[in-house]
């Protein structure tokens, strides 16, 4: 059984990803299909920020490209062997917040020993990082269509036909594709059972009046695996 994934690919130490791994023990079929891409922002602003962990409490990773900011921070400026020095021990004696295995990963290969990854989503990490600590945000990069968007999408349609599932991982992967894949599908929509990586993106698709048939209860690739195994053993049973 075929499933479609709106994000990017990114293969772990076993030189697969993970969420192709996880769905295939199920015996699903999974494509992934990226529908972002990212503009990096005030990177600066965030250098300076970073060169001065005295005045924060700690860091908030909202996601893998937040990181990956950091890491361009440090090389631009020619900060790493500041950061191997000194900055990452200062930073390390406090806490650094993160959602999700994946992003925790990341932080963990620059130096840092992360908090927060098993809240589950934003919202939970949100609440307790409230609790605790002021909060100053600097964004630092945005989203926008992947420029490939549409003709991927077009392509796996026409090859391998209407998918079981469909994930979303984000609001604004949703906002780019959803057209693209109405169009494609056509009457057919009805049968594809929706999928989302956590109940932010769960209330977009609700939002746009699809039925939501799986969210997955943590943002991990097991979790979204056994959420969708179980949405199409309920919709073949009915």
Known sequence: MKVLLLKDPKED?????PYIRELGLYGLEATLIPVLSFEFLSL???SEKLSHPEGYGGLIFTSPR??????LCLEKDNK???????????????PAYVVGSATASLVRKIGLETEGEKCG???KLAEYICSSIPMESIT?????PHPGIQGNLKSYFSKQGVPASITF???????????HIQELAGDSIRQIQFAAIGPTTARALAA??????CTAELPTPGALATGIRKALHAHSCC
């Open 121 to 123: 989503n934003a919202e």
């Open 66 to 71: 937040a990181v990956e900011a950091v890491e």
């Open 44 to 46: 600066p602003s965030f």
């Open 208 to 213: 746009q009046g699809l039925p939501v048939s």
């Open 80 to 94: 790493t062997e500041a950061w191997k020095k000194s900055l990452k021990e200062k930073w390390n004696a406090k």
């Open 140 to 144: 630092v990069y945005q989203k926008i």
């Open 169 to 179: 991982f984000s609001p604004s992967g949703l906002t780019y594709s959803l057209q």
């Open 13 to 17: 130490d076993c030189g697969q990803d």
